[in-house]
Structures are given as structure tokens and as C-alpha cells.
């Protein structure tokens, strides 16, 4: 069955230092998406980024990259130079579909409490 | 403000009570997902709509869970006869396609 393992329940940093969450996963499917959300005070889920099965290429958007190795099936999520704005619970999820009745859905993690300490 | 809308935000119910949430999805999205969030733990699917069609329950959803989406527009999630154990964030989400799905902000239900 389709699982997301996010190893780390809380990392506490000091601003301005890397921090990278970790994210495994399980799937059976060919074809997938990973994906990060972000989950602040509020509530919201906040979609951070989203990763195609078949494009392994890394990406770097400002302080945030994320790495994808489907050798090892981890969706890492790197935050350079942490800002205590960063604080929050960031969550990795999975899409699932089933062609055979056409649903989908997306399996969560259980989340990464991230605190920055200023 | 055109992203997911819930309501209300939160909920205060006694046991055995019954309760409906409202989840106002992106205009045109076609999917639409129900979660539940207890403490500490990621959002767990409950259902999921393509238009109006009910495609998939999960086994989490009680035969006191009922969920619409008439239309294909809004849809609306209740709960009958409360328990305890059914305290929680509703989260609602509508998408397009599998690319990604919106979230709204959540319905916080507590049952006392």
C-alpha cells in the first residue's frame, strides 16, 4: 500500500542555519506526485512544491530545494538560512490513483514540526 | 477571495448531537476531497468527488459520515450523533487535475 514515512516529529534550529526534513516513500504506481505543503498556525495548507515521478531533476526555489531520488524513494526538503517565519508543520504527500474506478487522492505523511529559534 | 472556502471554521457540539460542515470549492474544479486531521498526525482521506459522483469512501468514514456534492458544486459533510472521538480538523480540498489540490482552512470540530 501507499505510505509516506516522515521519520522526524520536531527539529528545532537556530535562525539562519540549513535545515533539510526527510520524506520516504511507498508506492506501487509507475506514475506519481510527490508533494510539500506546508501547514502554518492558521491551519491552511499552504502547497509548497510538486514533483512529477518521472522528472528527477532537483529544484531550487529562493531559501527552499528539494531533492528527489526514486533509487532511495525520498522527497527531501532542504530550507536554507531558516527564518523563525519558517516555523510551522510541513507535511509530504503522495498521489494515488486508481484507474479502475478513476479516484484519487493524496496520502499525507505525518508532518515535521519545524521550530526556528530566533 | 476565489480559493477553497469552509464553513464554519469552528464547531462546538455536544455528544450525539449532529453537526454539517459546508465546503465551497474553487469554481470549476471538478474534484473535490474531504480530510480529517486529529493532533498530530497528516490530514487522512475520507472521500472524494468527481463532480457530483461519489467515487471513493474510506473505511474511516462511519455509516454516521455522510457526504454530498449536489451539482457539483458545493458539497457538505455530516456527522451524526457525535462522539468524542470524532473531535478534529475537517480540512476540504478541490482540484482541476492531479497536479494539486487547494486546501481550505479547516473546520475544527470539538465534541464535549
Known amino acids: 500500500a501507499q505510505k509516506v514515512t516522515q521519520a522526524q516529529t520536531e527539529i528545532s534550529v537556530v535562525e539562519k542555519e540549513d535545515v533539510t526534513l526527510d520524506c520516504v516513500y511507498e508506492t506501487r504506481d509507475t506514475t506519481y506526485y510527490l508533494f510539500w505543503y506546508k501547514q502554518p498556525p492558521s491551519g491552511e495548507l499552504v502547497f509548497l512544491i510538486r514533483r512529477n515521478s518521472f522528472d528527477e531533476q532537483n529544484e531550487i526555489s529562493g531559501r527552499y530545494s528539494w531533492n528527489f531520488q526514486k533509487s532511495t524513494s525520498s522527497f527531501n526538503f532542504t530550507i536554507t538560512a531558516s527564518q523563525v517565519v519558517d516555523s510551522a508543520v510541513y507535511f509530504c504527500?503522495?498521489?494515488?490513483?486508481?484507474?479502475?474506478?478513476?479516484?484519487?487522492?493524496?496520502?499525507f505523511g505525518t508532518g515535521t514540526r519545524l521550530k526556528v529559534l530566533a | 477571495d476565489t480559493g477553497v472556502s469552509q464553513d464554519p471554521r469552528h464547531k462546538i457540539t455536544k455528544r450525539g448531537q449532529n453537526v454539517t460542515f459546508r465546503c465551497d470549492p474553487i469554481s470549476e474544479h471538478n474534484r473535490l476531497y474531504w480530510y480529517r486531521q486529529t493532533l498530530g498526525q497528516g490530514p487522512e482521506f475520507l472521500t472524494y468527488?468527481?463532480?457530483?459522483?461519489?467515487?471513493?469512501k474510506s473505511r474511516l468514514l462511519s455509516d454516521r459520515f455522510s457526504a454530498e456534492r449536489p451539482k457539483g458544486s458545493f458539497s457538505t459533510l455530516e456527522i451524526q450523533r457525535t462522539e468524542q472521538g470524532d473531535s478534529a480538523m475537517y480540512l476540504c480540498a478541490s482540484s482541476w487535475d492531479e497536479r494539486q489540490a487547494f486546501f481550505g482552512q479547516g473546520t475544527r470540530l470539538t465534541v464535549v
Open positions: 504527500a503522495l498521489s494515488e490513483a486508481k484507474a479502475t474506478s478513476g479516484t484519487y487522492k493524496y496520502i
Open positions: 468527488f468527481q463532480n457530483e459522483a461519489q467515487l471513493e
